[in-house]
Every structure is written in C-alpha cells, then in structure tokens.
C-alpha cells in the first residue's frame, strides 16, 4: 500500500468501520458467538494445541488486514472510477 492509502486506510478502521458495523443487525451477535465458541474450543486443548491455535489466529489476523486492505484499495480505485 502507498503512504497515503495507509492514511485513509487507517482513518477508515479509526473513525468509519466501527460505525458501519453498528449498523449490521447481526454483528454484534457475530462477535458473542464467535468468543463464545473460541473459549470452547481454547478450553478443551492442552497447552501444545492451545500455542498452535494463538500462532494459527495470529497469521490469519495478518492475512485478514491484507485482505481488508486489499478490499479498500479496491473500494477505492472504484470510487475514483466513478468520479471520472
């Protein structure tokens, strides 16, 4: 990403996502059932599987920015498109 996507990328999960969610009817039961569920499973593994599960979060979160990234740049482009 350039410097300025950065920017407007970053001033978007600051100040613009967090309100669009508010509007999702179903997302914060999303986020209850999601916890619910990873105390479940975090509950039933021995400490081995529980260190494999935090690096396996851990790489989908980074793979999850990329691609939300990606998704705004993409979002973005199409913006400008429209407006010439």
Excluded: P, W
């Amino acid at each position: 990403m350039t410097a300025l996507m950065e920017i407007l990328y970053s001033y978007a999960q600051d100040h613009e996502v967090e309100a669009l969610l508010a509007l999702d009817d179903e997302y914060e039961e999303c986020v209850r059932c999601t916890r619910k569920q990873e105390a479940r499973l975090r509950a039933a593994l021995d400490k081995t599987s529980e260190n494999i599960l935090n690096e396996f979060l851990d790489e989908q979160k980074l793979l999850q920015y990329k691609e939300e990234g990606a998704h705004f740049r993409a979002g973005f482009r199409m913006a400008l498109e429209l407006t010439r």
